[in-house]
């Protein structure tokens, strides 16, 4: 088989993926307010990998829209450390693609003995983790078999932003929901700027990817696809951590990929592009508009990660490509980790 022919086809199906969950999102709506405790304390979020890159947009939404605490849990204090936590009135949210790694389950399980109500957010709603929850909110995006996760991350993002309309008041409204397939789509008939930015990238061995507020999950997302598919060592960093010291390893010619759009985080990016080209370094913006390096549909920022995400596997895919690598079957890696 051609090396990427599984990822380039899945990451092709985001557009369908996206336009199914889009039309339930009235039932997902309905079927999360009749789970959510009432009056709701706090919401936590059970995720490892690019699922918790997903939940990072999440927290984000979720807080906005319902006014209460949202954490991302750490699954280690339930399954090693024996953690005992009152989870009454506590809504939490496992996310799996696969529903099959036994830490999610376990962390699930043990956060609803302690009184949450759960929430599986998965691929497979027959999976364990579907059967350990109080409703599964199932991402209809068939069978994933390239080791790189695809059309089930940007799945993942779209259910948290319809968990979040349910549960109060977001950032985006339905019209804006109804056309991110088009958006999408639009990105994904596009590939030339990605094969662009992948020859300028083949000599880096390192990069940063950065990004704030409603688009640093897709940062961390970013940098995990680079990763996994090209063994480049890149880190995905908040543009106010990036600021707090790592900056001093971007000299001349270092490689940034920093993500913006339109809203209360957009000048903060704008200032910090200005201060890393003065220092020399070699930055391709991902951005709504032509002047953007990877350019983006205009979306709402609540929904820019979503577009944001499809362009960084795009770019993924072309530079392993280019370095003569198989995206579809990094090396040492499966497409299920047990933790």
């Known amino acids: 088989m051609t090396p990427g022919t599984l990822m380039a086809a899945e990451m092709a199906e985001q557009p369908q993926v996206i336009a199914r969950l889009v039309e339930r999102a009235d039932a997902i709506a309905a079927a999360v307010r009749r789970v959510a405790p009432s009056p709701l304390a706090a919401t936590a979020i059970v995720a ?200 001093a390893v971007v000299d001349r010619g270092f490689p940034v990929l920093a993500l913006l759009a339109p809203g209360p985080a957009h000048a903060d990016l704008v200032e910090l592009v200005a201060l890393l080209r003065e220092r020399g370094a070699q930055v391709t913006t991902i951005a709504p508009g032509p002047d953007a390096d990877l350019p983006l549909p205009d979306v709402p920022e609540a929904l820019a990660s979503i577009v944001a995400v499809v362009r960084a596997q795009q770019l993924a895919y072309e530079l392993a490509l280019a370095l003569g690598r198989d995206p579809d079957a990094p090396e040492g890696l499966d497409k299920v980790t047990v933790t």
């Open 48 to 247: 490892r990998g690019s699922s918790d890159h997903a939940s990072v947009l999440g927290r984000y939404l979720l807080e906005l829209a319902t006014g209460r605490p949202v954490s991302l849990a750490a699954p280690s204090l339930h399954t090693l450390y024996d953690a005992h936590v009152d989870y009454r009135d506590v809504l939490a949210l496992a996310v799996s693609q696969s529903g099959r790694t036994p830490e999610i389950v376990t962390t699930l399980t043990r956060l609803r003995d302690a009184g949450a109500r759960g929430v599986a957010i998965t691929n497979d709603p027959d999976s364990p983790l579907g059967l350990a929850s109080d409703l599964t909110l199932w991402l209809g995006a068939g069978d994933e078999h390239a080791v790189p996760a695809t059309k089930t991350v940007t799945a993942q993002l779209v259910a948290f932003a319809l968990l979040a309309r349910g549960l109060g008041d977001v950032p985006f409204d339905d019209a804006a929901l109804t056309a991110l397939p088009d958006a999408v789509a639009e990105v994904l008939a596009d590939p030339e700027p990605a094969r662009r930015v992948a020859r300028t990238l083949t000599g880096a061995t390192r990069l940063v990817v950065t990004a704030r507020g409603l688009l640093y999950g897709a940062a961390l997302e970013t940098a995990l696809k680079l990763q996994e598919t090209t063994s480049i060592v890149a880190d995905g960093l908040s543009s106010a951590d990036l600021r707090h010291g790592p900056i």
